[in-house]
């Protein structure tokens, strides 16, 4: 059964940070891209970060570049986000990806997977 469970999620003060988790069944894992997807009341869902099979390449929306960083380990079928310096416009409920392909480049638009979603507030 293909699934994405995400953790880690919860309230956190401005400033602060979280590390949010996405375990992976080896189906939906295995030589995948995988990333991170957000989406706030009212918006619609943007793309977060992307971590390429190899983990040789990453790639950020500029909302993250400096604060947030992505990672996985394979032997685990996880893939995590670090997230720093945490703001309110960060509230959202941050769901896991995975893509079609080994590759960041066509990650945003080729998602075979997707998460449930874990929500992420932070407050002023």
């Known amino acids: 059964q293909e699934q994405l469970v995400e953790s880690g999620g919860g309230l956190v003060q401005a400033g602060g940070s979280l590390r949010l988790s996405c375990a992976a069944s080896q189906r939906t894992f295995s030589g995948r891209a995988m990333g991170w997807f957000r989406q706030a009341p009212g918006k619609e869902r943007e793309f977060v970060a992307a971590?390429?099979?190899?983990?040789?390449?990453?790639a950020y929306a500029d909302s993250a570049k400096g604060r947030f960083s992505i990672s996985r380990d394979n032997a685990k079928n996880t893939v995590y986000l670090e997230m720093n310096s945490l703001k309110p416009e960060d509230t959202a409920v941050y769901y896991c990806a995975a893509g079609k392909g080994p590759y960041t480049g066509t990650f945003r638009d080729s998602i075979a997977y997707w998460g449930q979603g874990t929500q992420v507030t932070v407050s002023s």
């Open positions: 971590i390429s099979w190899s983990a040789g390449n990453t």
